[in-house]
């Protein structure tokens, strides 16, 4: 892959996560999450990893997500990841918290070329209401990730972009398509089991009731822990 290649690469993530700035509606948002990895042998990992969100310009925290799960590498380019995921949302400051119980199936496909690192994880969800009367959505998400082969520093400063696709196939959304584009880099801290990501994100979100493409930029941090 050349140097002009690699520039595109990234100038249209770039682009992409600009131009959603550019939209009328735009919310600040913030995203914060920890995880860890437990290896338990014969390539599989126990995961457990919960993630926290704030919106309205981070005036109101509205959303939390708590992730179990088992990721297992199937091939040298394949791995699966059944998980079970508790999530609570809410509207705004004054509305009750729904609350959802995600079954989900990640599959991801890996390939390495000179140091470059593409991903494309498939996951599928089968989100559940508590609600009365909520429908069940099944929801397919695709997200292509595109790691470089840089690590700087004793940090080992890893610059990534990635796309992600999220398509309902069923219910009320079902017609509808949004997206997330990042851009971010992730570290490990010399000495410890520990890592962190920090990346910018932008969203472009089409709302059920109408076609007008809500946008929104959202600054995320997350730590991971592998043992």
């Given at each position: 892959?050349?140097?002009k290649?690699?520039?595109?690469?990234?100038?249209a993530?770039?682009?992409?996560?600009?131009?959603?700035?550019?939209?009328?509606s735009?919310?600040?948002?913030?995203?914060?999450?920890?995880?860890?990895?437990?290896?338990?042998?014969?390539?599989?990992?126990l995961?457990?990893?919960?993630?926290?969100?704030?919106?309205?310009?981070?005036?109101?925290?509205?959303?939390?997500?708590?992730?179990i799960?088992?990721?297992?590498?199937?091939?040298?380019?394949?791995?699966?990841?059944?998980?079970?995921r508790?999530?609570?949302?809410?509207?705004?400051s004054s509305?009750?918290?729904?609350h959802?119980?995600?079954p989900?199936?990640?599959?991801?496909?890996?390939?390495?070329?000179?140091?470059w690192?593409?991903?494309?994880?498939?996951?599928?969800?089968?989100?559940?209401?508590e609600?009365?009367?909520?429908?069940s959505?099944v929801?397919?998400?695709?997200?292509?990730?595109?790691?470089?082969?840089?690590?700087?520093?004793?940090?080992?400063?890893?610059?990534?972009a990635?796309?992600?696709?999220?398509?309902d196939l069923?219910?009320?959304?079902?017609?509808?398509?949004?997206?997330?584009?990042?851009v971010?880099?992730?570290?490990?801290?010399?000495?410890t089991?520990?890592?962190?990501d920090?990346?910018?994100?932008?969203?472009?979100?089409?709302?059920?009731?109408?076609?007008?493409?809500?946008?929104a930029n959202i600054?995320?941090?997350?730590?991971?822990?592998?043992?």
């Amino acid at each position: 892959m050349t140097h002009k290649t690699i520039k595109t690469v990234f100038a249209a993530a770039a682009l992409l996560a600009g131009a959603a700035t550019l939209k009328a509606s735009v919310d600040m948002q913030a995203r914060f999450g920890a995880g860890a990895d437990f290896d338990i042998g014969g390539g599989l990992k126990l995961a457990v990893a919960t993630e926290q969100r704030l919106n309205n310009d981070l005036d109101t925290y509205y959303y939390g997500e708590y992730d179990i799960g088992l990721n297992m590498q199937v091939l040298d380019w394949l791995s699966v990841a059944p998980t079970l995921r508790m999530a609570e949302t809410r509207k705004n400051s004054s509305s009750s918290w729904v609350h959802e119980y995600r079954p989900m199936f990640n599959a991801t496909l890996s390939y390495t070329f000179e140091g470059w690192k593409f991903e494309d994880r498939n996951r599928f969800e089968w989100r559940n209401y508590e609600t009365s009367g909520s429908d069940s959505i099944v929801r397919y998400r695709n997200r292509v990730k595109i790691s470089t082969p840089w690590k700087w520093t004793d940090y080992k400063v890893n610059p990534y972009a990635s796309a992600e696709l999220f398509n309902d196939l069923n219910g009320k959304n079902s017609s509808l398509v949004n997206f997330e584009v990042a851009v971010g880099f992730s570290a490990a801290i010399p000495k410890t089991r520990a890592s962190f990501d920090v990346y910018y994100m932008a969203e472009l979100k089409e709302t059920a009731d109408t076609s007008h493409k809500h946008t929104a930029n959202i600054a995320g941090a997350a730590v991971k822990f592998k043992f």
